[in-house]
């Protein structure tokens, strides 16, 4: 039988984030096993690719300025292309909403992250696609902007394979290998891989994995989210546009080749599958350009897809050791975030693996052990947050 140091389940941006961090630290006994013939061809390969600093989930939030230096300078041969264009975001919206999120960019600056107001006549000059009877104003993140996910998946995927770790695929696993508790090995479609350490970096599988451990699903819900591409009807401009998100009607759009891609945010919760695309968010979509920015009102739509993004009760990742199945460890939960987090959480993930603790984030934050033993109450994970938030805006280091 072969075997492993460590047998990574998923080949999506959290198994190969953590295999290129595990590599960089010596342990390149690792096996990436993927279902798929290729990597990312679930959640990771259907994301919006935006690097989003600015967020109302403070945990997410930090995550993403821990990874942010990383994708202006990634190490010397990641990736043949840069992995951000720095173009920015726009948030704009109407009434309490609207204000909510520049008190948010406001606070959000004694983070680092850099923001401008706009006035509303001022943000439909530098945006002209918006209308100035939708919107109050807006709010510019500087230093955000798109990712290139495919450049990034593959850039931690090539230096976990230059530094020794295999990627197998149209290997599923469908059994884990228990002796007391403790994880022993792995079967995939490929044959069977002994291993006393398995990641479960299985996106909306995450629970289903879970029970192959015999270890408790936990608190997690993949949920669908469509976006469309369109072609608008008339030939109005597109310029090197910010992604703009409206705050007020819960959708956003940005440029994508000579287009528009657009989503609705929708958020519906579903069985782990193969995420195909429903004509009611698919109208939805195109609905929202057509009343909210009539300039770019699409004439067809020219792609669509939709995702499932994995979210925990709480709302953070899930990254630790299962605490009752020794060597079975999780890199679950990633949400909406999974992209612009992928650095950070890999350099954490990798951490917690190896040395079984980190002193890059609260590890109680984020362990799975959190939801056992009846501690998922609300008024404790506030109070943890509360705490975590606090500590940060006292020392608000960029990393
Ligand atoms: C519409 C949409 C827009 C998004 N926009 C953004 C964005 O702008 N910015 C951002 O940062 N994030 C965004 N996200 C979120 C981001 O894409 C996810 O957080 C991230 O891709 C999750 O990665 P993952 O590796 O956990 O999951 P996945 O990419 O789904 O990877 C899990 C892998 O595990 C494999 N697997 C499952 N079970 C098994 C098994 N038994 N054996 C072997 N392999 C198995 C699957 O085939 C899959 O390839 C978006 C998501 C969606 C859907």
Redesign the pocket.
Known sequence: MRSAEVVI????????SLAYSLVQRGCTDVII????DA??????????????QLDVDEIFMKL?IMSTPFFFSPPEGFADVPLVHPNGILVVGQGAPFKFMRGVARLSRRLGIDSQEWSPEETVKKLPALERDFIDGGVFITKDGA?D?HALLWGFLNGAKRGGARLELN????GIHLENRKVRGVT?HAGDIACERVVN??????N??AV?AGAKPLPLTPC????IVTQPRDDFPIGDWP?TMDTSRHFYFRPESGGILA?PMDQEPME?CD?RTDEVQVARAADFLTRFTPKIAPKTITNQ??????IAADKAPVVGEDPEVKGFFW??G?????????PALGEIAADLLLEGNTHRFPPEIIAPGRFHRGRLSWPSIIARRTAFFLSWLARPTRV
């Not at 389940?9 to 190969?16: Q, S, Y």
């Not at 290997?171 to 469908?174: N, R, Y």
């Not at 669908?224 to 976006?227: L, Q, W």
């Open positions: 389940v998923g080949a999506g941006i959290a198994g190969a096993v993927e279902k798929e990597p990312g061809y679930h959640t990771s390969g259907r994301s919006a690719a935006v690097l989003s993403s990712l996910v290997a599923e696993v469908t995939t970096a299985a996106g909306a599988w995450a289903p994995m192959l669908r989210r469509h976006i992604l989503s782990p995420a897809w939709a995702g499932l993004r994995t890199c679950a990633q949400a909406g975030h999974g992209m612009e987090t992928s």
